[in-house]
């Protein structure tokens, strides 16, 4: 049985025509179920462009990405976009949460994308919001929330269509230390429950609860 959820091919990525910026130089990297995977590196080497293209929001220049054992760049964007939807989920460091939506709306957003019945999205979303321990917030908008508080509800929401693998880019970026160390604590129960993670990092704190660290410097993987 293969175990290998992620794996990158010589991936690489350039920006701009005349003047050329080599954001990730052949990079190549596995995944397993099960794994909790940090990528670690300064601002600007290329964290972010990794994630984006493991994710499918970005193309490669050159490589390949293996999700699930799917060559994804060879999909159609429909396939794409679906794939995205039922085997990832993203969890931005600025929340990206819809500020006139409460948290339970927000978290529902995401299973009406996929056609999911109402009822069934109440009762997930209000699922999610307990394992992170914020259902006293489930009729709170973004607004009226801590930092901390709409980052988990941003986490649900990833969560809510049961994404294989959930891609965080610097999730505590945002947070004070205290807020961020509760934060990590609710991602390392997420990945005891059997959840695939891989977290963009330049803390080494926070890469420390990952079972592997990456280290990313001038788009390379470094050792």
Request: aromatic share 4%; net charge neutral; hydrophobic share 40%.
């Amino acid at each position: 049985m293969n175990d290998i959820l992620i794996k990158t091919e010589n991936l690489t990525k350039v920006y701009g025509e005349k003047i050329k910026t080599k954001a990730l130089d052949n990079v190549s990297l596995e995944v397993k179920k099960g794994e909790f995977i940090a990528i670690m590196g300064s601002s600007g080497h290329g964290k972010s462009t990794l994630l984006h293209l493991i994710s499918g929001l970005d193309n490669p220049t050159s490589g390949k990405v293996f999700i699930d054992n799917i060559d994804i760049y060879k999909l159609k964007e429909s396939e794409l976009t679906e794939l995205r939807c039922k085997k990832i989920g993203f969890v931005f460091q600025s929340f990206n949460l819809i500020p006139i939506l409460t948290s339970r709306e927000n978290i529902e957003m995401a299973m009406m994308l996929l056609g999911i019945p109402q009822g069934e999205q109440e009762e997930k979303a209000k699922r999610l919001l307990k394992l992170l321990d914020i259902e006293s917030k489930e009729n709170s908008k973004p607004s009226e929330l801590s930092g901390g508080q709409r980052q988990r509800v941003a986490i649900a929401r990833a969560l809510a269509n049961n994404p294989e693998i959930l891609l965080m880019d610097e999730p505590t970026g945002n947070l004070d230390s205290k807020s961020a160390e509760d934060m990590m604590k609710h991602i390392k129960k997420l990945n005891e429950m059997g959840q695939t993670i891989v977290i963009i990092t330049h803390d080494a704190n926070i890469a420390n609860y990952a079972h592997k660290i990456y280290r990313i410097h001038d788009g390379q993987i470094v050792f």
